[in-house]
């Protein structure tokens, strides 16, 4: 199958370019409508996976404009081409509906503009064309990956930081970025329609840090960072379709044993982290 993918450099779409073969776009920064077309009718995908976006909250904050255009604009016109197209859209959707959850698709109440636009993004690429899927995604974590953006994750963070601040009060999944690549090419055979894509978790953030702080005996000293945004999704409707995710705390004990982090001192850790 002919599947372009949208970011490939980036976070997820090099693991999705690991995890089954695609042919990667050229970056879609400042394309406009004619470009994205152009793109379409030269590499006649037979689907397109989107991973391309503004996805830092606070440069969304800043600079609604370029948000606007990277998390609105592009995907419409994408969507326009009338191509299969699989984009992805975020929790933070639930962000504003102020209870701990978890919260199915139909609950949204968007809290910042990042939010905002990827929920204005769903709705307007569902009314172009009702075949297209949307995944809203977690917060996600992997270990670097040669070759590609690593950005901030609450794996690495733990791994490396001496102390961290979470939410006893904030119920949020994070998600291993590698089950969310293999589980995409699954999701190329969805009905149309949004789904809530990823682990689920009953743990608060700190307790999950907690957990993997006991599990691999970090070093690291944690505390509580007052209330945040209850996040928590329910995917029952990706269930429905075949799609389960571990939950948070089995997806982070399947990363530690992809990579070998299983050591049972701190120092191990340590040391391996600095060798790496
Ligand atoms: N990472 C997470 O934890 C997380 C959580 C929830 C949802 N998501 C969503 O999942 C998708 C992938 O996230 P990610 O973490 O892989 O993102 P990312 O690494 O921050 O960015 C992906 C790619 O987007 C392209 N890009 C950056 N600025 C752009 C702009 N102004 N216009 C067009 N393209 C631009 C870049 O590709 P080029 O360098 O080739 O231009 C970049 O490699 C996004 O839709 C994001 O909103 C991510």
Redesign the pocket.
């Known amino acids: 199958m002919n599947i372009l993918l ?8 090099a693991r999705i370019a690991a995890a089954f073969p695609v042919n990667a776009a ?6 406009t409508e004619d470009g994205i077309k152009r793109l379409v009718d030269e590499t006649e995908p037979e689907a397109v996976i ?7 909250i606070p440069t969304c904050e800043k600079d609604p404009d ?1 948000s606007y ?3 609105v604009m ?1 995907p419409l016109w994408l969507a326009k081409t009338g191509v299969k197209a699989v ?6 959707v639930y962000g504003g509906c102020g209870h701990e959850g978890p919260f199915a698709e139909n609950d949204t109440a968007p809290a910042n503009t ?1 939010a905002r636009h ?1 929920l204005e993004m769903e709705r307007r690429v569902l009314e172009i064309n009702p075949d297209a899927v949307l995944l809203r ?4 974590y992997d270990m670097p990956l040669y070759g590609a ?1 690593n ?1 901030g ?1 609450f794996l690495v963070h733990m791994l490396l930081k001496q102390e961290a601040a979470f939410s006893a009060a904030q119920h949020r999944a994070v998600t291993y ?1 590698r089950e969310v690549a293999q589980w995409t090419q699954r999701a190329l055979s969805l009905p149309g329609g949004s789904y809530n894509f990823g682990s689920e978790n009953s743990l608060t953030m700190l307790e999950t840090a907690q957990w993997l702080k006991e599990r691999l005996n970090l070093p690291i000293a944690l505390r509580d960072a007052g209330p945040r945004p209850h996040l928590w999704m329910d995917c029952a409707k990706a269930k429905a379709q075949g799609i389960r995710f571990r939950n948070t705390v089995d997806g982070l004990a399947q990363c530690i044993r992809d990579y070998h982090l299983g050591w049972s001192n701190a120092s191990g850790i340590i040391i391996w982290i600095k060798l790496f």
Do not use: C, E
Not at 50 to 56: L, N, Q, R
């Open positions: 949208t970011g490939a450099r980036g976070f997820v779409g050229p970056s879609l920064r400042d394309m989107h991973t391309a976006a503004i996805s830092d370029a255009h990277a998390n592009i984009l992805f859209s975020t929790d933070q990042y990827k995604a977690t917060w996600m953006a950005r994750n970025v």
